[in-house]
């Protein structure tokens, strides 16, 4: 995730009536560093990797386990359901990184009840 990465995690986003939103947050790798093969799985390189989390906020954030799509050479999206406990402000943030860089995009919601 050098200078070619490209990433993207939607804009503001307001919630009134409940308390949970869906994010998705979209990733491209320039493929340096090149991933390697995981052996656990199957031998098929694994690079990108994203995932959110609470930065800012008032209250306590759940976030459902990521529904992660994409494949090396592809972008990768990490898609979320997020829960609220407290009405206010929040900043929620998506991390993309390759074993060598990261990059993060920031998308506030805003829970109102």
Known sequence: MSSATRHSAGSNL???SANSVRVTATATDDGIPRPRATARAAPRPQ???????HYRGPGTVTF????????YGKPVEAATDVRFDTPGTYVLRAIAFDRLFEAWHDVPVTVTR
């Open 64 to 71: 459902d386990t990521p529904t992660v799509v994409g494949e």
């Open 14 to 16: 307001a919630n009134s």
């Open 47 to 53: 690079g990108l990797r994203v995932r959110w989390i």
